[in-house]
Each structure stands twice: as structure tokens, then as C-alpha cells.
């Protein structure tokens, strides 16, 4: 049975304390992190990460005592990246809330498998400092927690769901097209356009082949881009329900 102290967060825990450690918690995430983001988070495991490292798997075990916190330690790199220097922290809540928006969105483009993959993964110091930003971002609008917190998890629920579209969307493009199985599906639909139960879906399309119309709905815009538009939607409305002034543009 773990000890009490066996059972404790591993930031709760000092480094190794050895003069001149051989590794540190830095070198481990950063090491599992680059196996996840180039051969899939089911790569990772604590031998793989010890043979990266040039290492036995019992010497990890020194520095990280399990793969859940080895997990921990790779969550916690990446809220590291999403941290806005504080020099470069916008005043207004808007600019604020914006910028610690698309500096999520941009880290976990990088990484889109940690949505899933790390979600389990307890809540760090950087993860903390992370919530601590969102907070300062409104912390001028005179809002109450329980309305600060509803904007804040609105506004990540847009971002981690962004992210999870464009994933799906980024397989889809590497998928080999299966040309029958799209052409079924635009004679199905077709069908259920003459019942006329889909009135709004034939005007969107119209007689045209869906492969033709989607390109133009899109346009020729960027993920970025398209993100940052739905970003300043939810902002906007925000604002306005909320009774917030909108930055001075």
C-alpha cells in the first residue's frame, strides 16, 4: 500500500536532490512530448522515454515514479507554452481574454493529440498559473466569479472544440477518398431533398456538387484565421450580454 507521501502529486515532491542531477523533469517532458507529437501519444511510455534519454527505465524511475506522472509532467510542459509573458499581457479584458485564447489554440494545434490523450492529467503549476491569467484578464470588469468562470469555460469550450474540428478535419484530408462512398451518400441526399423536408439544405447547395460548394463556403481564409473570426463572435456576445465595453478600436 502507497504511503502517504508515495500517493502525493509529484509537484508536491523536490527534484532529485543530487549536486548535478543527470536529468531533470524539463529534459523527461520535453523528451515524451517530441515522441507524442511525431509518432502519437501511444507512443510514449517510460522505456521509450529512457531509451530516448540514453538511460535505463529503472534510472527514470529515480526522477518520475510512474507513467501517470510522467503524463503529469508532459501536461504540465504544455501549459507551459500557453503562458503569456507578462510584459505582453493585454489590459483590456477583451484583448486579454482573446490573447490567452489564440495562445491555446496555437499550443494545442501543436500538440492536438493532448485534448484527449492528457485530459485526465492532474492540474500543475503552470496549468494553475494558466487559470490565474484567465482570472486577471477579468478581473477589471466587475463581474461575479460565477459569471467570470462561465466566460472562461465558454470561451475554452469554443477553443478545445476548434481544435478537435480542425484534428477531424486534418485526418479527413490524409484519408484516401473512397469516390463510391461519396457518391452514395450525394444520392441519398438528393432523395431526401425531393421529400422536402430540407428546404434550407438545397438552397445552400443548390444543384451543385457538395465538393465544389463546401470549398467556396469555406474560403480561402486560414484555420487561424477562421478561428480568430468565431473568437471575437463569442467575445462580441459576450460583451453584450454581459455589459462589457468592447475595446477602444
Known sequence: ???????????????????????????????????????????????????????????????????????????????????????????????????????????????????????????????????????????????????KFALIATVDDYVHGNVLRAAEFRTTVGTPVDEEMIENAIRFAEAQYATGEFPHTQALFGDKDPRDVFPHLIGDTSERDRFRHGLSMVLDGAARRLKLSPPDR
Open 1 to 147: 500500500m502507497a504511503t502517504g507521501d508515495d500517493s502525493a502529486l509529484i509537484w508536491t515532491r523536490p527534484e532529485p536532490g543530487t549536486r548535478r542531477p543527470k536529468f531533470t523533469r524539463d529534459q523527461i517532458a520535453s523528451t515524451a512530448l517530441a515522441i507524442a507529437d511525431t509518432e502519437g501519444f501511444a507512443a510514449v511510455s517510460m522505456r521509450r522515454v529512457a531509451s530516448e534519454l540514453g538511460a535505463g527505465t529503472m534510472t527514470l524511475y529515480y526522477y518520475v515514479r510512474t507513467k501517470d506522472e510522467l503524463v503529469a509532467l508532459m501536461d504540465d510542459a504544455i501549459m507551459s507554452e500557453v503562458l503569456i509573458p507578462a510584459d505582453e499581457f493585454p489590459a483590456h479584458w477583451y484583448d486579454a481574454l482573446a490573447a490567452v485564447a489564440e495562445r491555446t489554440w496555437d499550443v494545442l494545434m501543436r500538440h492536438p493529440w493532448a485534448l484527449q490523450s492528457l485530459q485526465n492529467a492532474p492540474a500543475g503549476p503552470n496549468a494553475m498559473r494558466h487559470f490565474e491569467q484567465s482570472l486577471a484578464a477579468l478581473a477589471d470588469t466587475g463581474l461575479d466569479p460565477a459569471a
